[in-house]
């Protein structure tokens, strides 16, 4: 049996010392050498370094690859490990940051479960130490169609991978996601606070957020027996969060939301009905080079549970077409919001409102009763009275913060059109009021920032950013640190 309190001596990688070096995606090394300079960036802007200040010795320095300025976060994770081997020596009192990284962003193994220990059971994440007996299902490399499409199913148990205390890793050897990318973030966060634990929870996001919750809490439990964490989330991370909080609320300090679609996503309903998973160029790689197939990405209950909620399809209705010619011209053009395409929209006879019970109506038919009925409940879960009407109750809570993207093109909402098969489809209709995948009404839990009272809006900082690119904005980790250094 593990001892559960010792988590870095669980999760350190002193087990791979006779390890194979696995195969690493180019992708994922490409990107970490294209993050290798925002973090650097980052260290400076912490650090309190400036390029105005003169300094010689600076110049020399900048002639050196960047292979080696990646090394000066090497050297503090180096520096760390004295401090957690006397951490080690009585009861760790430095309080956690546990990083909950969104859909996708978590590597996904599979493992005989003979190799499994209790711990890793309940946490869902195997040790580094496992790694060697287990198969990375996420990105897909070495696969045929039929292997990946039976490996990706929802039935088969699939495991994230949890390193323990992030100041430990050098650079190259941390697991931050595929594509490597939750790196800057995690690397902000290792920069500023070299005195805490960072670690970084690990999912089956293709799962429900609720049995999600369940494993984030025994995580946090063998990490922290008694005494609160802080958490970062970023994306259908928050949701796990947010049912975490609304069970566990007190073991929890400080909470920051990144890109969090409280009241769903209009881009998941779409992409899912379509059998996709992220939307656009990326699916049409996957699906050609991959073969993965519409059923399985179809019984991903993460992926339904960010469905438009009853709110979100009220304020941003979706369109029946009435005349295709001028509905068709009018959506072609760029708007500010969906208010105004309505209006033009609606003035020329181009459309009307569908209900959202209409909506509703459909998505049940899609998905079946029963499972329905899961995403309406498991919606309501966390808002503060159960229901569609209420307003989230982490608008309310203390100690928390809400960093939204605006300002890029956005699927707000959608309209039902036939395609040349004579298939019913449902088209995105765009806006620039959201991140590109989150519409910042979603990710203010149904509010609009203008018509909130002063105390709720000013938990909210508002950055013109990508839904992922916010995980290395410069002017996201500078909000995300000052508020973790708060008392």
């Not at 939750?182 to 690990?202: E, G, T």
């Not at 098969?421 to 203008?450: H, Y």
Request: proline share 3%.
């Amino acid at each position: 049996m593990f001892d559960l309190f010792n988590i870095n001596e669980i999760f350190s990688d002193k087990n791979k010392k006779n390890k194979k070096k696995k195969n690493i995606f180019a992708i994922k090394a490409n990107n970490k050498k294209k993050n290798h300079d925002k973090a650097i960036r980052i260290e400076k802007i912490f650090k309190g370094e400036t390029n105005s200040k003169p300094n010689n010795k600076k110049k020399n320095h900048d002639k050196k690859s960047k292979i080696d300025k990646i090394f000066k976060i090497d050297k503090i994770s180096q520096n760390n490990k004295n401090i957690i081997a006397k951490e080690k020596t009585k009861v760790p009192d430095a309080k956690p940051i546990i990083f909950i990284p969104g859909i996708s962003g978590s590597e996904l193994f599979t493992i005989d479960e003979k190799y499994l220990s209790d711990i890793e059971r309940k946490t869902g994440m195997i040790s580094s130490g496992n790694e060697e007996h287990a198969k990375r299902l996420w990105l897909p490399q070495g696969y045929d169609a039929k292997e990946l499409n039976e490996d990706l199913k929802i039935t088969n148990e699939a495991y994230g991978l949890q390193e323990g205390d992030f100041r430990g890793l050098k650079v190259f050897d941390r697991h931050v996601g595929p594509g490597a990318a939750n790196a800057v973030l995690l690397n902000a966060l290792l920069i500023k606070f070299p005195d805490r634990p960072i670690y970084q929870f690990s999912y089956d996001w293709r799962k429900s957020n609720t049995l999600t919750m369940k494993k984030l809490d025994a995580f946090i439990k063998t990490i922290r027996k008694k005494g609160k964490v802080d958490i970062v989330a970023h994306s259908m991370g928050g949701l796990v969060a947010a049912h975490y909080i609304r069970e566990h609320g007190g073991r929890v300090d400080k909470f920051i939301s990144l890109c969090t679609p409280y009241e769903g996503a209009p881009h998941a309903y779409n992409q899912m009905a379509s059998g996709n998973i992220f939307g656009g160029i990326k699916d049409v790689i996957l699906e050609n080079l991959f073969g993965i197939e519409k059923e399985v990405v179809q019984g991903y209950d993460g992926l339904v549970e960010l469905y438009p909620t009853q709110k979100m399809l009220a304020s941003y209705p979706y369109q029946k077409i009435l005349n295709k010619e001028n509905f068709d011209k009018i959506i072609s053009k760029k708007y500010k919001d969906y208010d105004d395409l309505l209006e033009k929209l609606h003035e020329a006879g181009a459309s009307e409102d569908f209900e959202p019970h209409e909506i509703q109506s459909r998505m049940k038919s899609y998905l079946g009763a029963n499972r329905f009925g899961r995403f309406l409940k498991k919606a309501k879960i966390y808002r503060r009275h159960r229901s569609f009407s209420e307003p989230i109750n982490l608008l309310y809570r203390p100690r928390t913060m809400f960093i939204v993207g605006e300002g890029i093109d956005t699927q707000v909402s959608g309209y039902y059109s036939v395609d040349d098969a004579n298939e019913t489809i449902i088209k995105e209709m765009v806006t620039k009021e959201g991140d590109g995948l989150v519409p910042m009404f979603s990710a203010c839990m149904g509010q609009r920032l203008d018509q909130m009272p002063e105390e709720i809006r000013e938990k909210f900082q508002k950055i013109k950013s990508t839904h992922m690119g916010m995980l290395m904005d410069l002017r996201a980790m500078d909000a995300m640190c000052k508020f973790l250094s708060e008392d």
